[in-house]
């Protein structure tokens, strides 16, 4: 990912709002996951469906059964991001005891974004953050839509039925008094 530094930036902005104990972790995504590229033009959901996969380990983990994601509704055209990639993903994640969490979903502009970081004395510096392998997204629809998401929700399927070990964390900030340390 580039911008990294910003995503530490926020880490340490976000110190002042989360609670003691909060736990920010950097891991490497599973290489094996993103080696199965098997349908061309899927845009981004094979990165952010292979987030789910080491979300679900590092949530059984922590004995948690919730996964949360920043996913906001004015880019609910991304193929990741459409309403039947969210239900597919809700429904796979359910089959391993786990609830999707989407807090920003109704955030309908990146205005609105914007202003709610603000509302919150949040900078607005490390918003849609871009990765070195990023595409663009195809703006598919219907049937073509259907066919990508399909395709990854059984690649994520298949992957959880597997037991993962993941890789040790590449760096872990944890949240003490207000301030990350």
């Known amino acids: ?3 990294i530094e910003k995503v530490r930036a926020r880490v340490q902005e976000l110190g002042a709002c989360l609670s003691p104990g909060s736990e ?3 891991v490497r995504e599973p290489a094996r996951f993103l ?4 349908v061309a033009q899927s845009g981004c959901i094979s990165c952010h469906f292979g987030y789910f996969l080491v979300a679900s380990v590092l949530a059984d983990q922590l004995n948690s059964d919730s996964i949360a994601c920043g996913f906001v ?3 609910n055209t991304w193929v990741e991001q459409t309403p039947y990639a969210i239900h597919s993903l809700q429904e796979l994640l359910a089959e ?10 109704d955030i309908r502009s990146r205005a609105q ?3 709610e970081l603000r509302a919150h004395g949040l900078s607005t510096d490390s918003m849609e953050l871009k990765c070195f392998r990023q595409e663009d997204d195809p703006a598919l629809t219907g049937s073509q839509l259907q066919r990508v998401v399909d395709k990854w ?29």
């Open 96 to 105: 391993h005891d786990k609830h999707l969490i989407l807090p920003v979903a």
């Open 35 to 38: 080696r199965s590229r098997s």
């Open 153 to 181: 929700s059984e690649n994520l399927r298949e992957a959880l039925s597997r037991d993962h070990i993941p890789e040790p964390p590449l760096e872990r900030l944890i949240i003490s008094s207000g301030v990350s340390k």
């Open 1 to 3: 990912m580039t911008g």
């Open 113 to 115: 974004a914007e202003a």
């Open 73 to 75: 509704g004015y880019q």
């Open 24 to 26: 920010w972790i950097l």
